[in-house]
T-cell receptor, first 115, second 114 residues
Framework: DAEITQSPRHKITETGRQVTLACHQT?????MFWYRQDLGHGLRLIHY???????NKGEVSDGYSVSRSNTEDLPLTLESAASSQTSVYFC??????????????FGPGTRLTVL | GDSVTQMEGPVTLSEEAFLTINCTYT??????LFWYVQYPGEGLQLLLK?????DKGSNKGFEATYRKETTSFHLEKGSVQVSDSAVYFC?????????????FGRGTQLTVWP
């Protein structure tokens, strides 16, 4: 069955370190998204991609970067981790073929703690 | 800009009670509307959706009707179960493009007691 996976599921790191969170989908979806989820803020969009070599900034992109070298993967990199980036991170993908109601499928999430 | 506003939680109900979670939106044009559900420790999953005015989305006993005149998409269920305890997110997506990002509300925590 097609799926979307994230790794690691839990990560503890120190301030200033570079961290990369992996996202892999086997749906062959064009669109991929990264969100962070924090109490009181719901889900906020970090970066998104509509296809290979395409990346776009969301509302909270400062301190994060992504690259899309193939259809299946969209890794999220924290260039220099800060305590404010402690959060739960969700990756999602969608086919990008439905004009009216493209469904996003979410991964299980990565809980990141920055000490 | 485009946005979604959900009622503040948490919502606590007894089993078999009636549930309403309010959602209103602001958007240019006519968006598609969604409800996503997040069970404890999991990612979000689509619960239901509606793509045009007066459409009713339904799934697992939940319903929501797209009301263009009131810019609302309230979630309802006639008789909740303990297994419905989760966080519910309302979201919108602009129509007319395959390049669709979602705009989420802040989520409403629902707890159902037996």
């Amino acid at each position: 069955d097609a799926e979307i996976t994230q790794s690691p599921r839990h990560k503890i790191t120190e301030t200033g370190r570079q961290v990369t969170l992996a996202c892999h989908q086997t749906w062959n979806h064009n669109n991929m998204f990264w969100y962070r989820q924090d109490l009181g803020h719901g889900l906020r969009l970090i970066h998104y991609s509509y296809g290979v070599h395409d990346t776009n900034k969301g509302e909270v992109s400062d301190g994060y970067s992504v690259s899309r070298s193939n259809t299946e993967d969209l890794p999220l990199t924290l260039e220099s981790a800060a305590s404010s980036q402690t959060s739960v991170y969700f990756c999602a993908s969608s086919a990008g073929t439905e004009i009216f109601a493209d469904t996003q499928y979410f991964g299980p999430g990565t809980r990141l703690t920055v000490l | 800009g485009d946005s979604v506003t959900q009622m503040e939680g948490p919502v606590t109900l007894s089993e078999e009670a009636f549930l309403t979670i309010n959602c209103t939106y602001t958007a240019t044009g006519y968006p598609s509307l969604f409800w996503y559900v997040q069970y404890p420790g999991e990612g979000l999953q689509l619960l239901l959706k509606a793509t045009k005015a007066d459409d009713k989305g339904s799934n697992k006993g939940f319903e929501a009707t797209y009301r263009k005149e009131t810019t609302s998409f309230h979630l309802e269920k006639g008789s909740v179960q303990v297994s419905d305890s989760a966080v519910y997110f309302c979201a919108l997506r602009k129509r007319g493009s395959t390049l669709g990002r979602l705009y989420f509300g802040r989520g409403t925590q629902l707890t159902v007691w037996p």
